[in-house]
């Protein structure tokens, strides 16, 4: 798009560029003062301009019909003035109409820098920037300094582009040195398979739950970052495990299911009942005592991830919870059966992945956290129910952050590979349940021709932008 140039000069709906209608009839109006002075013009064949009307803003979508609790407004974070000095757009690209301010916080997940007016112009206001371990320090104690260098620069252009950038730290797409250089750097399940990623990256296969002295190599990387990289960011992700989220590893693997990833060296050492394996008989409640310390270990290495954070950054963290979570009334029955994955929770692997979004966030005790579901274009067609195991994650996630002591604020995100429907569906959740905005996965996919496009993107934006 071409760029527009503005100025401080406000009026009530915010800036006004310099050649403003206001500004011309200040200037017509003087120069009629001076020709009628001076006889050159006749009052009667002077037209004065006409105010132009403002333009409606789109009118906000009626909320879904089912029954909903009341939630607080959204929290906006700060707008941002787009700087487009110096950005031209490709002469074979139309000129894109700029969408209107937001209070909400649109952002793009990818490190693309071939669409930055576009997606700018179309409201997106913030990438997602994606940082890895892997990368920056691929043998210990050397930083990639040409990586450093690169990823600066593309700092720079994005928030050259007019974008915040939230930071995507990326310690969960570990180098091969941490797994050679240290011992017990996997997860064990009962079964005795040791998770190695099978290869993915971003797999979250450095087993930090239960290996303290692997963390210490973490907050080493979270130095390293902020030192090369400042702590001028939106918002900074974590999660800690796969993808980047807060997770145990899968609940499948290996060919075999109900697996559970507590059987380390470390982790055995820690266990209030080692010897005990899910599906035994537990006469003694050691099925309760087991499940308890699990779903304990994942919340403390959430909040272990926020306090390493707050040695370098003081700012927005926002905290990845996926999938469906654990809901009231799951855990009793599994337990009751021994953990031997009979429920339905355990056969879709909320249990054995950890996912209890109320233990992990009642430990919260930082007010800056953001509550941020990675699965918003979930199906809401129960969320009517007075059952909170029926409702949405975001639904329930907006429950429990608006009930907890310090208010958390929440986020979204879609889980990827949307049609232009889902995209729809997925934007409405964000001013229906008070989020602060919504990022889209994945930028790659808004330029696919397969998925969900950048118009798709700004239509469904345009009709949320007042909460």
Not at 81 to 109: D, F, M, R, V
Not at 191 to 213: K, T
Not at 237 to 245: K, M, N, V
Request: a neutral charge; proline letters at 7%; hydrophobic letters at 40%.
């Amino acid at each position: 798009m071409s760029p527009i140039s503005y100025t401080s000069h406000h009026n009530a709906s915010g800036f006004v560029p310099d050649d403003s209608p206001s500004r011309m009839r200040i200037n017509l109006a003087a120069l009629i003062i001076f020709a009628i002075l001076v006889g050159m013009v006749a009052p009667a064949s002077v037209a004065v301009a006409e105010n132009i009307p403002t333009a409606t803003p789109a009118r906000t979508p009626t909320p879904a019909s089912h029954a909903q609790a009341a939630l607080p407004e959204p929290i906006p974070m700060g707008r941002l003035t787009p700087n487009t000095s110096g950005l031209k757009s490709p002469s074979s690209t139309p000129t894109a109409t700029p969408a209107p301010s937001s209070p909400y916080l649109w952002a793009l997940i990818g490190n693309d820098l071939s669409h930055l007016a576009d997606v700018n112009a179309a409201g997106i206001k913030a990438k997602v920037f994606e940082l890895t371990w892997r990368e920056l320090v691929p043998s210990e104690n050397n930083v990639n300094t040409d990586v450093v260098r690169q990823r600066k620069n593309e700092m720079a252009q994005i928030r050259q582009a007019g974008f915040q950038i939230i930071l995507d730290l990326g310690f969960t797409d570990a180098p091969s040195w941490v797994h050679t250089n240290y011992p017990n750097t996997y997860y064990v399940n009962q079964y005795g398979d040791r998770y190695d990623g099978q290869g993915q990256l971003n797999s979250g296969d450095v087993n930090l739950i239960f290996n303290s002295n692997l963390r210490v190599l973490v907050q080493s990387y979270l130095n390293t970052v902020f030192t090369n990289f400042g702590t001028d960011f939106a918002a900074v992700r974590l999660g800690g495990g796969h993808w980047g989220e807060l997770t145990y590893p899968s609940h499948t693997y290996n060919g075999r299911t109900n697996a559970y990833w507590a059987f380390d060296a470390n982790a055995l050492t820690a266990s209030p009942v080692p010897t005990w394996r899910p599906g035994q008989p537990s006469p003694n409640g050691a099925a309760a005592t087991f499940l308890n310390w699990y779903l304990d270990s994942l919340a403390s290495y959430q909040n272990w991830q926020i306090s390493a954070l707050r040695q370098t950054y003081s700012g927005k963290i926002m905290m990845l919870y996926p999938s469906w979570g654990v809901r009231p009334g799951h855990l009793t029955p599994a337990i009751a059966g021994n953990l031997a994955g009979a429920t339905s929770p355990e056969i879709n692997g909320e249990i054995q992945r950890g996912s209890d979004f109320a233990r992990q966030l009642t430990a919260i005790t930082d007010a800056k956290v953001v509550v941020t579901t990675t699965w918003l274009d979930a199906s809401s067609s129960h969320n009517s129910s007075g059952n909170p195991a029926d409702w949405s994650p975001v639904k329930y996630l907006a429950y429990l952050a608006t009930t907890h002591p310090l208010r958390l604020s929440l986020y979204g995100e879609n889980a990827g590979n949307n049609s232009a429907a889902t995209m729809r569906f997925a934007v409405s959740q964000v001013q229906q349940y008070g989020l602060m905005g919504m990022d889209w996965c994945r930028e790659s996919d808004i330029f696919s021709g397969q998925y969900a496009t950048l118009t798709d993107l700004q239509q469904s934006i345009a009709t949320v932008t007042s909460p």
